[in-house]
């Protein structure tokens, strides 16, 4: 039988999430490609982060800084030493190296970033002397991080291309335990909103000893995947390390004290979120249609919160060959794209099979022009968890829809 995690990636395969990277050269090992539902749940993730962490707040600052960056940067940060991983016997540095340049005079070394907090230090003063903030504060990205795994594997939950989400957040020494128990607890609400199974998520305090080469204090935030209990996120407490290394300060213009801020820092995998998501939403379960106790058809469906769902709302057609049902489908599909992102028109096969497929890519709602909507100007709207269907006026449907987002 089908283990869920192969159900998973056939489904991201065959639908449109998740292809293999270079496929049609024999692929390349560690790296997946977004297809386009994948893509647009990709860009809801991040786009539900930045609206959480970034905008909706007036104490954090959003940058995107360069993946290159040379090599004095992964001195002083002190990734060139530590960032290894055993193998063969051997320590082996895991960051991806590059010239930059043609002139073999002129050519610079450099590093795709493995982490972007690197971005965030470097900018430190950039950001103090264009916004004045006060501490405490924090400087956040989004973007994309390259390892050189030894081993990937698991689908998306090793790879070595990456996308994270990022914050640096600058504290006063004395109250680090303060922002961290905050943070930690943002990070969990983060979670529930997002739609990842609270129930499978497990804190774990990361041992003295496993504790990487910046960091005084680090949770990770523990999923029960499929292949395994495995980190999701992590919550670190980089002390003063990095901006010490970096020769950087801050002069609090109000006390006149300088000191070095100590920094917090929740990280989240982009690609690992995506996994939980598809993990924690999979279902499959036994419609049965209406007006019947038994007989239902087995249903795979994918339970996603609407903000994240790739389609959030598809329309059809009951039939395909009456021109008018059609015309007027198009005329709600045209009303309805314009206030909700993004919606599908489907009038491929029949009904079922059409709810069959949204469910499928967990689209929240399918909007059905039947026969009455000639007569009413009424619709379906059917519920992808429940199956249930409501009829609704035409020009309800978006003001309800949101109200249902
Ligand atoms: P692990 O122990 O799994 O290798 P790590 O401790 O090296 O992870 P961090 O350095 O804390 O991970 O990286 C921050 C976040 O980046 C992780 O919480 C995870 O979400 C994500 N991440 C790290 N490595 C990978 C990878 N190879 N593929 C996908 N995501 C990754």
Same mark, same amino acid.
């Given at each position: ?48 982060? &930045? ?13 995107? $800084?360069?993946?290159?960056?040379? /090599?004095?940067?992964?001195?002083? $940060? ?16 895991? =960051?991806?190296? $590059? ?52 081993s990937p594997r698991d689908f998306l939950f090793r790879v070595r291309e990456f996308?994270? =989400? ?9 109250? &680090? ?12 609400? &983060? ?18 000893? /496993? ?42 213009? /109000? ?24 993990? $924690? ?110 009829? =609704? ?13």
């Open positions: 039988m089908e283990s869920k995690m192969e159900k998973i990636i056939s489904l991201a395969k065959r639908r449109g999430f998740i292809y293999p990277g270079s496929e049609i050269y024999g692929g390349l090992a560690g790296t997946w490609d977004y297809g386009p539902l994948g893509a647009n749940m990709l860009y809801n993730i991040k786009e539900a982060w &930045w609206k959480k962490f970034v905008i909706s707040r007036d104490d954090m600052f959003g940058i995107a $800084s360069s993946i290159m960056m040379p /090599e004095q940067v992964w001195v002083a $940060s002190g990734h060139l030493e530590h960032f290894t991983d055993p193998c063969e016997g051997k320590k082996f540095n895991t =960051m991806f190296k $590059s010239k930059a340049g043609a002139l073999k005079d002129e050519t610079t070394d450099v590093y795709l970033r493995p982490e972007l907090a690197q971005g965030m230090f470097v900018n430190f003063k950039n950001v103090i002397d264009s916004f004045h903030p006060r501490i405490p504060f924090g400087i956040a990205q989004i973007g994309r991080c390259f390892r050189n795994e030894i996308d994270l =989400m990022e914050f640096e957040y600058f504290v006063r020494e004395k109250d &680090w335990k303060k922002y961290f128990e905050y943070w930690k607890k943002e990070m969990r609400d &983060w979670i529930k909103e997002t739609g990842i199974d609270n129930e499978k998520i497990h804190e774990l305090e990361v041992p003295k000893n /496993e504790l990487a080469h910046y960091s005084k204090r680090t949770i990770d935030f523990q999923y029960d995947f499929p292949f395994g209990r495995k980190e999701l996120y992590g919550l670190a407490y980089r002390t003063d390390h990095d901006l010490k290394n970096h020769k950087l300060d801050y002069y609090d213009e /109000e006390t006149k004290e300088k000191f070095i801020p100590h920094v917090i820092e929740p990280t989240f995998g982009a690609g690992r979120t995506l996994l939980a998501l598809l993990d $924690s939403a999979f279902a499959e379960d036994e419609l049965v249609p209406p007006g019947r106790d038994e007989g239902g058809e087995k249903r795979v469906f994918l339970r996603f919160k609407p903000h994240i769902a790739p389609v959030k709302v598809a329309v059809f057609p009951l039939l395909k060959n009456k021109p008018d049902i059609i015309k007027k489908a198009k005329e709600v599909y045209d009303m309805v794209r314009k206030e909700i992102q993004p919606a599908v028109f489907d009038d491929n096969g029949n009904i079922g099979k059409r709810y069959r497929r949204q469910d499928e890519i967990g689209t929240p709602y399918c909007i059905t022009i039947d026969f009455e909507t000639l007569d009413n100007d009424t619709v379906t709207i059917r519920d992808r968890d429940t199956g249930k269907q409501e009829r =609704m006026e035409i020009k309800d449907i978006c003001f309800k829809l949101r109200k249902k987002f």
